[in-house]
């Protein structure tokens, strides 16, 4: 009962979204009939709410809203300084719980309020199956501490050497320090409910647990960086978590944005591209995994572009019916990974995949739409199609080769690149790379990895910072495909060069490409 005899009164519009909060999703008022109240410190009730029906004038969420909440709060001490507290009643349960939140009657009663509420709800554990190297991770509970030292702290016994366990973010990083500080350093010092996580690891590490409360996703949208790098012309990825406890394919996932074409989602292994709907290997997004969502268009900084997962959905992840019937197994530990589009003549009762030097497999294909999708994870080497066929199982190798290059795409769906098995030639429409030169800065020899787009007379030289030729290190003819070469820091007299800034240019045929290099010695 709402006490009387009181100078001032203040209305809260308390909407479904924001809406009192337990476990993760909302409590309405047609809910086991809820009643939510405010207490002064004494309490005495000082405003009973009124559950509305329909969507509030101030909801702006992509989801739409079944109702709010209207209370009206009456006091007698306008000075800001009245504390007061939300009780919610769940007379279905005889249940009466106190809201984390607080309110202080305003000074101005006259001015509406609206407010997130949150009930203590229980404690869940999130289980994360590690693997040695790098495992592309999401967080979808708010433990009691978000501080890395607490939440990775059981995993610091596995460091032997400094950097062996490290995680990154979008823009920051930390690593852990076993023999100096025997601590973590860097500017990556707490998680969050948005940003996705690499974190490297040096063993195996199965049950890893994360504790905390549940995430209502509708109040915790997730807002979207344009990522546009002047320099490269290219627009960057967002690293996002996914909130949500339970897998949704990518359309009911990401139905709250209007996704430009040419736009990427990945995860460690998988990745899909919007050309209309959504084209790859990548068809469902699930709680634990972290994502790289790359917008393919310039952001408007007065019109921000939030990401809000929905709280609840009938519909469920569908199944993939596309299984490789093939039983190579994709190598994983993976930080970077990148998209090949490639098509082949013959018959497609095939599997096709790409293999590195050492037969190890960095990706299956999936055949979409009259042409082959790879999510190719990281090699050092360059990369060979194998293909097998399913019914004789016959297995061919292409002799030519792609080079890996993180984050990028070869091939598209309307001109994805051309690969052919057949013994008397091998034929692969490649871009021309030139990859930066390992390591650099160098001291005394360094390599310098390319990939030419066909077979052709290519040039590869190395200029000092006047402009002047000081070393060719290729003038032939060479294949189709990926190559390396080792540069000693010599001139063409075999003479040591000094210390600098030094070029090198690529050229094969009308293409050609220049890189910055660092000799100290």
Not at 153 to 168: F, M, N
Not at 422 to 428: V, Y
Not at 452 to 478: A, C, F, W
Request: aromatic share 12%.
């Amino acid at each position: 009962i709402v006490s009387m005899g009181y100078s001032y009164r203040n209305s809260i519009f308390y909407n479904n979204v924001p809406n009192t909060t337990y476990d993760g999703n909302f409590i309405r008022g047609n809910d086991r009939n809820t009643q939510l109240g405010i207490f002064d410190t004494s309490g005495e009730c000082r405003g009973v709410a009124t559950w509305m029906p329909g969507i509030h004038p101030q909801w702006y969420s992509y989801f739409t809203s079944d109702g709010y909440w209207f209370l009206t709060i009456v006091s007698s001490d306008n000075s800001g300084t009245e504390e007061l507290n939300f009780k919610v009643y769940d007379s279905e349960n005889d249940v009466i719980y106190d809201c984390t939140e607080s309110f202080f009657f305003p000074t101005d009663p006259s001015n509406d309020f609206n407010m997130n509420l949150t009930i203590p709800s229980p404690t869940h554990t999130q289980t994360f199956e590690l693997i040695q190297d790098w495992n592309w991770i999401s967080i979808n509970l708010t433990p009691t501490s978000s501080a890395v030292t607490d939440v990775f702290d059981v995993l610091e016994p596995l460091s032997i050497i400094s950097s062996d366990l490290a995680i990154t973010t979008q823009g920051e990083s930390t690593i852990f320090d076993p023999i100096g500080l025997n601590d973590w350093v860097g500017d990556f010092t707490h998680i969050n409910n948005y940003t996705g996580y690499k974190l490297h690891i040096p063993n195996d590490y199965p049950n890893f647990t994360v504790s905390g409360k549940k995430i209502n996703p509708i109040i915790n949208p997730i807002f979207l960086e344009d990522g546009y790098d002047a320099a490269t012309n290219n627009k960057g990825y967002n690293w996002i978590s996914y909130l949500p406890y339970e897998e949704l394919d990518l359309d009911t996932a990401l139905q709250s944005l209007s996704i430009p074409d040419s736009s990427i989602i990945k995860s460690q292994t998988q990745s899909a591209v919007y050309y209309g709907n959504w084209i790859g290997d990548l068809t469902t997004m699930e709680p634990g995994v972290a994502y790289l969502l790359k917008w393919h268009e310039a952001m408007d900084p007065e019109d921000p572009i939030f990401l809000t997962y929905p709280l609840e959905t009938s519909r469920t992840a569908p199944a993939d019916n596309y299984k490789p019937q093939t039983d190579w197994q994709v190598t994983t530990g993976n930080e970077h990974n990148m998209i090949v589009m490639a098509e082949i003549e013959g018959n497609q009762d095939i599997s096709l995949g790409l293999f590195d030097k050492y037969g190890v497999c960095h990706s299956i294909g999936k055949y979409i739409q009259n042409f082959w999708y790879f999510t190719v994870t990281e090699s050092d080497t360059e990369l060979y199609f194998k293909k097998i066929d399913n019914q004789t199982k016959i297995e061919s190798n292409s002799k030519t080769s792609i080079l890996f290059s993180a984050d990028t795409i070869i091939g598209n769906p309307k001109k994805p690149i051309k690969v052919d098995f057949r013994d008397e030639e091998n034929i692969t429409e490649l871009p021309l790379i030139l990859e930066q030169n390992s390591p650099n800065p160098f001291n005394p020899s360094t390599t310098i990895r390319f990939q030419i787009p066909k077979k052709s007379h290519t040039k590869l030289e190395v200029y000092n910072s006047k402009g002047q030729k000081i070393k060719t290190l290729v003038n032939d003819e060479l294949s189709a495909g990926a190559h390396q070469i080792v540069w000693n820091g010599d001139d063409n007299s075999s003479k040591p060069v000094v210390s600098g800034v030094y070029f090198y240019r690529l050229a094969n045929g009308k293409f050609q490409q220049t890189n910055k290099m660092l000799l100290i010695k």
